[in-house]
């Protein structure tokens, strides 16, 4: 924390402000990469190394592990070293496990890998929320929030059209993995560049002091009310269907479907794409009209259908798309128009759903609030890989046996439900005398 001689300094520039967000995105970038870059060779995987759809789900489920455990003292270490030797280490941290992921065809330093993924990626997420907060606090943070969150994405969209700028690396499992530590070296550059900033920005600007908020607490948790408790469900159930669904996906679409690499990787980037524009959209439109539980249960409600119409509907006529410098695929309408409306929901229920915990809780309680949404997050997500891995094997999923997908696209079915029954019982929870104001606030009748 600073002394009184640093709040008298004057505040940063914002050129200054904006250099901070661009590295601390560009941080993120990386992060949301490497997470990404398993997915186009899950194929490679399974061909060239062997690996069973369940062992696959645990490298999904390794970093999950990784990330319940430094919750727990993520947000302590960042107060104790602070946000520049924080975000530093954490990058560095995924750069090693890109590097263990990429290093041996063993399975189990693979999963050591993903493992420590874990350990560098969920902290890192937490020390650059603290470090806009800091630099943003009382200017354009909800806007700052909405464009490190779409450059981050933009690092899952780069994982996706891999498979097209970067095709001739496809040719082998480990190539595709060593760009990913290469892509985890701008993570760490940009780190260093942002811990350079802030060293130049102090005895110059002052900054925002952040509260140590961020602290998970289990004490107090029954005081938190059915409203929050139906969001953290939803949040739960819509990650756990939407992550694994996303780190399933390209293979789905090579072995179900009949795409090529390149082709599958382009129709799961629309999904992220979607999000890029989408969600700072949907944050402005329901801060204007309100009614956000109605839209968390709109959301979900779309969700429902989308995973059975992947399975039993016509696949329909092909339909070209072509992304400059990128590549260009030609794809099932049915395939497309599902990808275009998840990516929707996966625009519309987080834009919605992150920002309604803070008119639900208590100011002084909203980091914890986060903390326990996230650690709850991560168990759900922790599981549903390692299910559908279950499942694909059980059944045999392959391109000769397509039905074997079936039951996994079931499971999602199942949890897509229980958004709907949890974003309904938010709904009915805020039009009676419990409520918090989620449908009617809006940022004209705002105090
Ligand atoms: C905002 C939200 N972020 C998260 O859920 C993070 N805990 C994990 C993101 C990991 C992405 N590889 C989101 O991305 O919607």
Redesign the pocket.
């Known amino acids: 924390m600073h002394d009184a001689s640093w709040r008298d300094l004057p505040p940063p520039t914002p050129f200054y402000r904006w250099m901070v967000l661009l590295f601390v995105s560009l941080a993120m970038f990386g992060n949301?990469y490497i997470?990404?870059s398993l997915w186009p060779i899950v194929d490679l995987l399974r061909e060239q190394r062997g690996f069973s759809y369940q062992q696959i789900g645990w490298l999904s489920t390794a970093y999950n592990v990784a990330a319940l455990l430094v919750l727990l003292a993520g947000g302590y270490l960042i107060d104790r070293w602070g946000t520049k030797r924080a975000i530093t280490l954490f990058a560095l941290i995924c750069l090693f496990a890109a590097l263990v992921t990429a290093w041996s065809p063993n399975f189990e330093m693979m999963l050591a890998g993903r493992f420590l993924l874990g350990l560098g990626a969920?902290p890192l997420?937490v020390a650059a929320t603290t470090v806009l907060a800091k630099w943003f606090k009382g200017k354009e943070l909800s806007f700052a929030f909405g464009i490190n969150?779409s450059i981050a994405r933009l690092g899952?969209t780069a994982a996706d059209w891999s498979t097209g700028f970067a095709s001739p690396l496809y040719a082998n499992w480990q190539d595709p993995l060593w760009l990913a530590t290469a892509v985890a070296g701008i993570s760490v550059s940009a780190a260093i560049l942002y811990w350079i900033l802030e060293r130049r920005a102090e005895g110059r600007y002052g900054l925002g002091v952040v509260e140590n908020n961020e602290k998970l607490e289990f004490k107090g948790l029954y005081s938190f009310s059915a409203s929050y408790w139906y969001v953290v469900a939803l949040c739960v159930v819509f990650?756990a269907t939407v992550f694994p669904f996303r780190s399933f996906a390209i293979d789905y679409f090579q072995q179900a479907h009949g795409l090529d690499r390149e082709a599958a990787g382009i129709l799961s980037s629309i999904l992220p794409v979607a999000a890029i524009i989408a969600t700072p959209l949907f944050g402005l439109w329901v801060d204007r009209i309100g009614k956000r539980a109605l839209f968390m249960a709109a959301g979900s409600l779309v969700l429902l259908p989308l995973f059975l119409i992947v399975t039993y509907a016509p696949a329909g006529p092909l339909v070209g798309i072509s992304i400059p410098f990128i590549g260009s695929a030609v794809v099932p309408l049915t395939l497309l128009l599902v990808i275009t409306v998840l990516g929707i929901v996966f625009s519309l229920i987080?834009a919605v759903m992150?920002p309604s915990v803070a008119y639900i809780v208590d100011g002084r309680r909203l980091g914890s609030a986060y903390a326990l949404m996230?650690f709850c997050?991560q168990i759900g997500w922790a599981i549903v890989p390692l299910t559908i891995g279950f499942l694909n094997d059980k059944f045999m999923a392959g391109p000769d046996n397509i039905g074997g997908y079936t039951p996994g696209m079931w499971l999602y079915t199942g949890m897509a439900s229980l958004g709907l029954y949890f974003s309904y019982k938010l709904w009915r929870t805020e039009q009676g005398p419990h409520g918090h104001g989620l449908d009617t606030i809006t940022s004209k009748n705002s105090a």
Do not use: A, C, F, G
């Open positions: 949301y997470y990404d969920e997420i969150l899952s990650y987080p992150w996230t997050q």
